[in-house]
Every structure is written in structure tokens, then in C-alpha cells.
């Protein structure tokens, strides 16, 4: 059976990491405004989450959300645009850290699963 809530966290999870590289690709400030947007979303997410990673998984969120608002505001403010395209960088290393955590979580919990 499908569980849906955490079909849309992974999804959000996702979708944080690829609005992320394409800001850096296309230095677009939509692009960065749609990266800022889902990463906080995926941090809420990340809250109620029952997993065995869950706080580290929080922890990358929050890390990534910690890049992005200050890359944002740098990068509107055109004071430094570099420094706001290597924060987004950084929120990108989060991001694929939190994947990383989130391919663990699944496969403990298929392990779990042949365990029963």
C-alpha cells in the first residue's frame, strides 16, 4: 500500500535537490525564489517524520534552508552573486546528503520488512 505522506515528503525531498541545480545552471532568480519555496516546504515535512534518520534528514533540511535564504537575499540584493551561487552550492551538498539518507532509510526499511 501506497503511504502518501511520504510519497509527497520524497517528492518535495526531490524536487528540492533538482530546483537547486537549476538555479546554479541557469542563475535564474525565479529559479532560486521556486528553490527557496520547496526546500522550506520540504523542511515542514521533514517535522513530523518517524524515521530512523528523521533528525539528521531535519538537519539537512535546515542546513539547505540556511544556504538558500541568505543566497536569496545576497542575490537580490546583486551585493554578491557569487557568494549566493556558491550558498546555493552548498544547500545542493545538503541536499544530496539528505538523498543519500533518505536511499538509507529505504533500505533499511525493505530490510525490516523481509525480517516479518
Do not use: C, R
Request: aromatic share 12%.
Amino acid at each position: 500500500m501506497i503511504k502518501w505522506g511520504k510519497v509527497w515528503s520524497d517528492f518535495f525531498i526531490f524536487l528540492a535537490l533538482t530546483s537547486n541545480v537549476g538555479f546554479i545552471f541557469s542563475g535564474d532568480p525565479y529559479q532560486l525564489i521556486i528553490a527557496l519555496g520547496v526546500n522550506l516546504i520540504a523542511t515542514v515535512l521533514k517535522f513530523g517524520a518517524k524515521k530512523i534518520l528523521a533528525a539528521e534528514l531535519l538537519a539537512t533540511a535546515l542546513v539547505a534552508d540556511l544556504h538558500l535564504i541568505p543566497a536569496t537575499i545576497l542575490y537580490f540584493t546583486h551585493t554578491h552573486v557569487d557568494l549566493a551561487i556558491g550558498l546555493a552550492i552548498g544547500a545542493v551538498i545538503a541536499n544530496v546528503i539528505s538523498i543519500i539518507m533518505l536511499i538509507i532509510e529505504i533500505i533499511f526499511e525493505y530490510s525490516k520488512e523481509e525480517d516479518y
